[in-house]
Structure formats: C-alpha cells, structure tokens
T-cell receptor, first 114, second 114 residues
Framework: DVKVTQSSRYLVKRTGEKVFLECVQDMDHENMFWYRQDPGLGLRLIYFSYDVKMKEKGDIPEGYSVSREKKERFSLILESASTNQTSMYLC?????????????FGPGTRLLVL | AQSVTQLGSHVSVSEGALVLLRCNYSSSVPPYLFWYVQYPNQGLQLLLKYTSAATLVKGINGFEAEFKKSETSFHLTKPSAHMSDAAEYFCAVSEGGNAGKSTFGDGTTLTVKP
C-alpha cells in the first residue's frame, strides 16, 4: 500500500514565524501535491511537483513556497505565517504526471496561526 | 479548463436508505472523474474512478457512480446507507495532458441517521 506521511498532525505557530510542513511518500511516485482544505471551499491546490527540483504553482500559491530535493519528500514552507493561513494542509502523491492517476493522501496537518 | 460542481453541501439520509450525491463536471476534453471519501481527522481516500472504460463504475464499500456524458454528470450512489458511511465526499476531475492535476469540488457531508 502507498503510504504518505506528514510530519505533524497539529501545529500552533505565531504570526511571522517561518513554518515547514514535511511530506514523505514511500512508493516512488513522481507527482506530489500540497493542498489546503477549508470548510465549504473543498481542496485548493497550492503547489505541485512532477519531478525532483521541479515545481509548479497551483491555484493559491501566494504566501507559500515548496522544496523537492528528493523524490520521496515534498516540503511546504510558509515564509511568514499569517492568521489567514490557519487551515488543514493535505499532501498527496500520484504515480505519474498524467490524467487518470489516483492521488494518495496523507492524514493532514492542522495548522493554527495565532 | 476543468471544474466540478457538487450539488448540496450537506445530505442527510436514514440508515438503509438510498444515498445519492451529485456531481457535475466541466471539461474541454474527455475527463477522468473520481470520488474520494474523507473520514473525520483523516486524509482522502479513493472510492472509485472513471477512466473511459465502462460508464458504470463500482467502488469500495458498495458505492457506484455512472458517467453520463450528455448530462456532464458523475453522481455517486449506494443502495443502502450504513452508519459508517458518514463522512465527507469529494468529486474530482482531471484531464490528460494536465500533469496529473485534479480539480476538486467543495465536498458533500453525508450524515446517516439511525
């Protein structure tokens, strides 16, 4: 079974802090994604990566950056956390960068920015 | 551009009753369509997907969905609801040549009454 793990289930940070969210997948998937999930808004894509060191902006990249130095690891960085970034963050991976591929999700990180 | 509309943010059924969750999509090319389920405090997991084979797709836990091109719909059904079906359900669409990105609907929360 594919396993996607996220470094923290819950995080509390202060406004202005730099925040790192880590995601690791164990099935040699090429694609990795970061979403944020807010009530009534579904999942919104922040960034995705289809290969090591490659990244593309999603629908809401402002205030975020990402890093993919190794195939299995995809990090989301909040350069200066703000209260409007309080949310649930979900990482996902898929085998290949093409349509029809199932995405496999981690359990999520619930981030509270005070 | 691809998009998904889920009709009804909340659906409530009695245990043993039919479950019907509605999804309409928009896509400029033949789409790939997915239903994912999210149980409380977990990530999303795949229920079923349509990839241009049979139009009636069977998934896990007794769910199925029918792709209707003329109606641009992919509604999710289950003949008899169980208490364990209570969760949030997401419809998603992806297109070939889009690097495997999916666009998710806003989600439908299913409540099952005893």
């Amino acid at each position: 079974d594919v396993k996607v793990t996220q470094s923290s289930r819950y995080l509390v940070k202060r406004t202005g802090e730099k925040v790192f969210l880590e995601c690791v997948q164990d099935m040699d998937h090429e694609n990795m994604f970061w979403y944020r999930q807010d009530p009534g808004l579904g999942l919104r894509l922040i960034y995705f990566s289809y290969d090591v060191k490659m990244k593309e902006k999603g629908d809401i990249p402002e205030g975020y950056s990402v890093s993919r130095e190794k195939k299995e690891r995809f990090s989301l960085i909040l350069e200066s956390a703000s209260t409007n970034q309080t949310s649930m963050y979900l990482c996902a991976s898929s085998l290949r960068p093409q349509g029809g591929e199932t995405q496999y999700f981690g359990p999520g990180t619930r981030l509270l920015v005070l | 551009a691809q998009s998904v509309t889920q009709l009804g943010s909340h659906v409530s059924v009695s245990e043993g009753a039919l479950v019907l969750l509605r999804c309409n999509y928009s896509s400029s090319v033949p789409p790939y369509l997915f239903w994912y389920v999210q149980y409380p405090n977990q990530g999303l997991q795949l229920l079923l997907k349509y990839t241009s084979a049979a139009t009636l797709v069977k998934g896990i836990n007794g769910f199925e969905a029918e792709f209707k091109k003329s109606e641009t719909s992919f509604h999710l059904t289950k003949p008899s609801a169980h208490m364990s079906d209570a969760a949030e359900y997401f419809c998603a669409v992806s297109e070939g040549g889009n690097a495997g990105k999916s666009t998710f609907g806003d989600g439908t929360t299913l409540t099952v009454k005893p």
